[in-house]
Every structure is written in C-alpha cells, then in structure tokens.
Nanobody
Framework: QVRVVESGGGLVQAGGSLRLSCVVS????????MGWFRQAPGKEREFVAV????????SYRDSVKGRFAISRDNAKNTAYLQMNSLKPEDTAVYYC????WGIGDTEQTLYEYWGQGTQVTVSS
C-alpha cells in the first residue's frame, strides 16, 4: 500500500519561511519523480516544483523561482519544499505527488500517487 504524507504547513506572515516534507512509503522512492502542487480556494490545482528521480533536475513555476527550492533524500524516502519570502498569493493547500516515470514532469496527470495535502496560509 502506497502512502504519501505531507507535513510542515501552517500560518506564516508575509516574508516568512516554511519547509514542507513529504514522506513516501510502499514504493521504490528512489525511482520516482516527485512534485509539489498547490490549490488555492476557487482555483485549479497548479504545478509548483518538480524533481527527477535522482535529484539532478528540477523545475519551478515562474512565480516561485528564486524563492522555493525542491529537494529529496532518497535514503529517507522524503521530498522537501523549502519556501522562503512567502507571499499572501502563496496561500493554498500544497500536495506532494509521485511520478512513476521518474522524470519529474510538470503535467499532473503523470503523477500516480498523491498525498492529502497540507495547508499553507500566508498573512499580509
């Protein structure tokens, strides 16, 4: 049974930082691409950051470039999203997902396993 569990969300003031963690079990984590996605109230879910199976390649949506950093520790079956200089428009539920192709694509439909999400709220 595959489990994807996010943690680390919370309430933070604008300009602050949060680090999200995503622990995956039940699959060979080191072969999966990982992605972070988010969904704000009334909006569609969107890609935030993705990373390849080996961590050698990453991709970010333009609005978070230079502020967010995705990483992974294959020994711990964990992916991370470091979020700095947070803005109110970053407020959303953040989801972690695993991509069986390993390529860390930005296309959500390629992600087979999803977590339940963690709420991030940035106050102005």
């Amino acid at each position: 049974q595959v489990r994807v569990v996010e943690s680390g969300g919370g309430l933070v003031q604008a300009g602050g930082s949060l680090r999200l963690s995503c622990v995956v079990s039940g699959l060979l984590f080191s072969t999966y691409g990982m992605g972070w996605f988010r969904q704000a109230p009334g909006k569609e879910r969107e890609f935030v950051a993705v990373i390849t199976w080996n961590g050698y390649s990453t991709s970010y949506r333009d609005s978070v470039k230079g502020r967010f950093a995705i990483s992974r520790d294959n020994a711990k079956n964990t992916a991370y999203l470091q979020m700095n200089s947070l803005k109110p428009e970053d407020t959303a539920v953040y989801y972690c997902a695993a991509d069986v192709w390993g390529i860390g694509d930005t296309e959500q439909t390629l992600y087979e396993y999803w977590g339940q999400g963690t709420q991030v709220t940035v106050s102005s």
